[in-house]
């Protein structure tokens, strides 16, 4: 496989999720970028905005062995991991798997819950790997966490830690469909009650697993040149030299960054990385892992706003 056939396999997805779908493409392109580059997205938006049956299409047009969780206040660590049980006929510990072994986990409004079960989700999406008493579980060299949130303003939500934030790839915004799209969306889903089944409108497979493995290996060898190199570096300093940011982005981000720049640049059919790549995913690869100052907070400032200007400001290689 090579940059062309990535490219060939993104329109495919497109194609089919749009089936279902109306709308949230640069979710899908994040979504799409996020996978190759192995890794999570957190998408934010009020409710009905199609966050949960994107996930649902994505995970059916890849073949992707698909699982949910509904995060609530009470949710434990061990329903989301699993744990070991007494079996009193055999009197051995039987491990029964929690949802968490799937390959694309929906963790549906995640900051329902409080910190201690947020955690639990940590040493799997960084390492893809669950630990139960001491015993390690690989998880599938696939698995995606989608997580939806409400907007943190809503009653009944807890902010995630930052340690967990660190770990999306990406954090996307949805917002409102516009008029056009909302009609469409009412002309399509309008018959029914309650959440269709992407299959009943047409949603095929766009690629197998084995596709999806080459693909992958291709992004591995995307070139990256110094002075892309520099410029993400750049951005990420960027962040934590600015007075209207308290604490910026890790150095674990501009990793991520650079390999999502690489995972971009094959979807459009390049073998290279362009500054272009970089400034498209710097700010939803960004606005999660920074703090505002107390004062830029008084002042009425905005993460997505101060980003947006380093953009600005950071001069690109030419």
């Known amino acids: 496989m090579n940059v062309s056939d990535v490219k060939d396999l993104a329109e495919r997805m497109r194609r089919e999720i749009g089936k279902a779908v109306i709308g949230q493409y640069d979710t899908v392109e994040l979504m799409l970028t996020a996978l190759l580059a192995g890794g999570h997205v957190l998408l934010e938006g009020p409710p009905g905005t199609a966050k949960t049956f994107l996930a649902q299409c994505f995970a059916r047009a890849l073949d992707l062995q698909f699982g949910r969780i509904q995060f609530t206040p009470d949710l434990m660590p061990g329903d989301i991991i699993g744990s070991n049980l007494f079996n009193f006929q055999t009197s051995t510990f039987t491990l029964t798997r929690g949802p968490i072994f799937c390959e694309l986990l929906l963790a549906d ?38 997580a939806t949130q409400n907007p943190i303003e809503q ?9 967990q934030l660190d770990r999306f790839l990406f954090k996307q915004t949805l917002k409102y469909p516009s008029a056009e799209e909302e009609r469409l969306i009412v002309s399509t889903h309008g018959v029914r009650t309650g959440s269709p089944d992407p299959g009943d409108l047409g949603v095929g497979l766009a690629a197998d697993r084995a596709a999806l493995t080459a693909a992958v290996q291709v992004i591995r060898d995307i070139r990256l040149v110094p002075d892309i190199v520099a410029y993400v570096v750049g951005l990420v300093r960027a962040t934590r030299e600015t007075p209207d940011i308290e604490t910026g982005a890790s150095p674990r981000s501009a990793a991520m960054l650079a390999t999502a720049a690489r995972a971009r640049a094959a979807l459009q059919g390049r073998d290279y990385v362009i500054p272009d790549d970089v400034k498209a995913l710097a700010l939803p690869a960004l606005r999660h892992r920074v703090i505002l100052s107390p004062a830029a907070e008084i002042e009425g400032r905005q993460v997505d706003q101060i980003i947006q200007g380093l953009i600005e400001r950071v001069e690109a290689p030419r």
Do not use: C, W
Not at 113 to 121: E, H, M, S, V
Not at 131 to 141: A, K, Q, V, W
């Open 109 to 146: 409004e995640i900051n329902r819950t409080p910190p201690k079960t947020q955690a639990a989700l940590l040493e799997a999406m960084q390492e893809r790997n669950v630990t139960i008493d001491g015993h390690p579980n690989p998880l599938s060299e696939r698995f995606m966490v989608v």
């Open 155 to 163: 009653q009944g939500t807890y902010p995630l830690p930052e340690a």
